[in-house]
């Protein structure tokens, strides 16, 4: 068995591995592999001469008291069924952070993961805030007087998004996305009939990125205060239930000013991991690719 980078010219075989672990179909891999894929991101483990498991790291930084470092997110750690219980995905989470010299950081795929990972060596480190809103509560809301328009939900440009992003959720355990990043996840939620918006009101410029599920609306990343949420939420004609991720530190925050006692709603989810890194606890990671 060798490890080693991925290739263009095993995409085709990449794929398998992806559809067989992941069930995506052809042209979601096609949109990712297109956008997203690097020879320098992506590691194999070769066996029968042709690639057999797979994980990728995607760079970002984490925030930290004395400034930020340098991590890497693996993604898509996936293994062919017959080659399982070899420790393949073992050998190559080690193998990228022995290459990349940073700490690693992921999302468990299910609950009856983070037992795996914690014997590899990993913690949980990152959180986050969730809540269901019902339609109710969006009708309920105060909205725009008539005639006066208070929310403006304008496009969003990748270089707006870091610079929102980061000035309201910059502290520590917060992982910062660079650019590309960024861009990607806007390109991927638009390729979900996804929305993006900066939202000016009052003054303010905030984010809200959510996308359309089955019978749901889900509230993927916001800087919006509950009240505002609900208000633009009602702007925008939501009439299902809706589904809110929030930073943990956020929602935190607004309880303890007391501007949104609806904030309490929310219940803290665990939601990442790190490894070769002792500064984050209750950290804020997402848009991470689920």
């Known amino acids: 068995m060798e490890i080693r980078f991925?290739?263009?010219?095993?995409?085709?075989?990449i794929k398998e591995i992806w559809h067989r672990?992941?069930?995506?179909?052809?042209?979601?891999?096609?949109?990712?592999?297109t956008h997203r894929f690097t020879e320098e991101n992506m590691l194999v483990c070769m066996e029968d001469k042709k690639p057999v498991a797979m994980?990728?790291?995607?760079?970002?930084?984490?925030?930290?008291?004395?400034?930020?470092?340098?991590?890497?997110?693996?993604?898509?750690?996936?293994?062919?069924?017959?080659?399982?219980?070899?420790?393949y995905a073992k050998m190559l989470l080690e193998k990228g952070k022995q290459h990349f010299q940073t700490p690693i950081v992921?999302?468990?795929?299910?609950?009856?993961?983070?037992?795996?990972?914690?014997?590899?060596?990993?913690?949980?480190?990152?959180?986050?805030a969730e809540r269901t809103?019902?339609?109710?509560?969006?009708?309920?809301?105060?909205?725009?007087e008539k005639g006066q328009q208070e929310y403006w939900l304008l496009t969003?440009?990748?270089?707006?998004?870091?610079?929102?992003?980061?000035?309201?959720?910059?502290?520590?355990?917060?992982i910062r996305w660079d650019k590309d990043a960024i861009t990607y996840a806007l390109?991927?939620?638009?390729?979900?009939?996804?929305?993006?918006?900066?939202?000016?009101?009052?003054g303010r410029e905030e984010l809200l990125l959510f996308r359309e599920e089955e019978n749901a609306i889900e509230v993927l990343e916001t800087t919006l205060s509950e009240q505002d949420l609900l208000a633009v939420l009602k702007r925008l004609r939501i009439k299902v239930l809706v589904r809110v991720r929030k930073s943990l530190?956020?929602?935190?925050?607004?309880?303890?000013?007391?501007?949104?006692?609806?904030?309490?709603?929310?219940?803290?989810?665990?939601?990442?991991?790190?490894?070769?890194?002792?500064?984050?606890?209750?950290?804020?990671?997402?848009?991470?690719?689920?």
Do not use: W
């Open 55 to 87: 994980t990728t790291f995607l760079k970002a930084y984490l925030v930290t008291g004395e400034g930020e470092i340098p991590v890497h997110y693996a993604y898509a750690v996936a293994t062919l069924p017959e080659y399982r219980d070899r420790g």
């Open 133 to 144: 809103i019902l339609p109710d509560e969006i009708a309920e809301a105060k909205g725009e």
């Open 6 to 13: 991925a290739t263009k010219e095993m995409i085709p075989q």
């Open 106 to 128: 992921l999302e468990p795929a299910s609950e009856s993961l983070i037992y795996y990972y914690e014997k590899l060596g990993f913690r949980m480190a990152f959180c986050v």
């Open 187 to 202: 390109l991927e939620n638009d390729y979900a009939d996804g929305y993006a918006y900066k939202v000016q009101h009052h």
């Open 156 to 174: 969003v440009t990748p270089d707006e998004y870091v610079q929102l992003r980061d000035a309201y959720f910059m502290g520590n355990g917060y």
């Open 249 to 290: 530190a956020a929602v935190e925050r607004e309880e303890r000013v007391g501007n949104d006692k609806k904030e309490s709603g929310y219940q803290k989810k665990d939601f990442g991991m790190i490894t070769g890194c002792d500064e984050a606890e209750n950290g804020y990671l997402n848009l991470t690719l689920e």
């Open 21 to 33: 672990c992941f069930g995506d179909e052809e042209d979601y891999m096609e949109f990712y592999f």
